[in-house]
């Protein structure tokens, strides 16, 4: 997906861990969108990659063509008991000095097209409630509220609520596979 200014969504390769480790981490140390609060290394992220990869779930970059990673997205499992094997729960960042500009809903588009590819039924975000521009993109994308769980986890010295939203990615009515 070729995007403004030749930016393009991807799928993610071992050169693009330094982007993502300095996207993570940026989140980690400035925002309440990742609940850690350890930074992490090039070690950390590329055998995070690899695991992702390895497991059969998609990592996105958008990429700019000159080696630059603006943002990243994937999903995972959402709990680990065969019931739940038709729902993912996902993840989007976007590195700071490009947000707003519609990355992430690159991102997610082309996320939400490789969940309904891989035969997913249902993409789950959690979100903290704070984070009004992520519940916008989410809005926008079709996303709807499911859950909201008051101080269930702390950052910064304060307690965090964490809004649930939810995606059907199948037609109504359709039976699981």
Known sequence: MI???????RDADTGDVGGI????????????????ETPVDAANRAAWL?????????VLVADDGAGSVAGYATFGDWRAFDGYRHT???SVYVRADARGG?????????????????????????????????????????????????????KFGRWLDLAFLQLILDPPGTLPR
């Open 3 to 9: 995007l403004e200014n030749d930016m393009r969504v």
């Open 21 to 36: 480790l300095a996207i993570y981490n940026d989140a980690v140390a400035h925002t309440t969108a990742i609940w850690n």
């Open 50 to 58: 690899t695991g992702r990869q390895g497991a059969g779930f998609p």
């Open 88 to 90: 993912v729960e996902h």
């Open 102 to 154: 519609g990355i992430g809903m690159a991102l997610m588009e082309a996320l939400i097209g490789r969940a309904r590819r891989q035969g997913k039924h249902a993409m789950v975000a959690g979100i903290d409630a704070q984070n009004a521009a992520s519940l916008k993109l989410h809005a926008k994308l079709g996303f709807a509220t499911a859950g909201h769980l008051p101080e269930v986890g702390t």
